[in-house]
């Protein structure tokens, strides 16, 4: 059974700073690239960062570029978002997944506050 953890969320004001961990399980997660995703209230679902299955290569949505740093480690089974400089419009569930995403491994995400 495939499963995707999502954890260290939380409330931080402007210009704070978070650390987001996603742990997979039940998947051959080496071969995966995969990738953060968010949904803010009233918003639909979209893509913030991707990094392939080596951790070889990065991939940022534009609202992120220079202050989020998207992290693997195979060894663990972990995808990891550093996340600098936070703004109100950072606010969200974050969730992980593959790149590009399976309907059906969604979890159940982690909120982030940014509060001004």
């Known amino acids: 059974q495939v499963e995707l953890v999502e954890s260290g969320g939380g409330q931080v004001q402007t210009g704070g700073s978070l650390r987001l961990s996603c742990t997979a399980s039940?998947?051959?997660?080496?071969?995966?690239?995969m990738g953060w995703f968010r949904q803010a209230p009233g918003k639909e679902r979209e893509f913030v960062a991707g990094?392939?299955?080596?951790?070889?290569?990065?991939t940022y949505a534009e609202p992120v570029k220079g202050r989020f740093t998207i992290s693997r480690d195979n060894g663990r089974n972990t995808v990891s978002l550093q996340m600098n400089n936070l703004k109100p419009d950072d606010t969200a569930v974050y969730f992980c997944?593959?790149?590009?995403?399976?309907?059906?491994?969604w979890g159940q995400g982690t909120q982030v506050t940014v509060s001004s």
């Open positions: 990094i392939r299955h080596n951790g070889g290569s990065t």
């Open positions: 997944n593959t790149n590009p995403p399976v309907v059906n491994m």
């Open positions: 039940g998947l051959s997660f080496t071969m995966l690239n």
